[in-house]
């Protein structure tokens, strides 16, 4: 594992130089007849024109039990007319359970919400399945968030999902962008 963790870090060390931004987000998981959980986010991302490329590690942590959950996720997103977008990922989960690969599909739309320079709405619904459907990591998750621009390279947002299926959970986070 912790060789796992060492090639994470160089990957995502070298990946951050030829990035377009860098991405740390923070969320609390309120788990349906669960104990909540604590996940960070370091998610870094490159733009081709109207294609992106982007790389995230997640760490979630139980509260009570403090039994760790981690994924890491390679994306991309094709970004079409109006704001309309389609993200397709395919990732691992690691715990102290379980270690398996999934796959998901996120369409939505994101635009500017008009009157209020630099602010963003999105909207987007996410599939994710387990490629294994033993591995209980099937969800439907409806997506919302705000982001401001601060600056030119400074983005801050509140994001909401409510996620069903294997899992059933309300996720409040909110992210900081850094541009480049």
Known sequence: MKKIFAILALAITGTVFAADSVTVEGQRINNAGAAAQQQYVLGVKKEFGSFAGDLAFSNAQTEGTNSLSTRLEAGATVNGPVGLY???????????????????????????????????????????????????????????????????????????????????????????????
Do not use: C, M
Request: aromatic share 14%; proline share 2%.
């Open 86 to 180: 389609t993200r397709a990922a395919y990732g691992q989960k690691y715990s102290n359970t379980a270690d398996f690969a999934y796959y998901s599909i996120e369409p939505g739309v994101a635009v500017a919400v008009p009157g209020v320079a630099g602010l963003t709405a999105k909207v987007g619904y996410r599939w994710r399945s387990a490629f294994d459907s033993a591995n209980n990591d099937q969800t439907h998750t409806a997506r919302y968030s705000l982001a401001y621009a601060l600056s030119k390279n400074d983005t801050v947002a509140v994001k909401y999902d409510r996620v069903q299926g294997d899992s059933n959970q309300k996720v409040v986070a909110v992210a900081y962008t850094r541009g480049f």
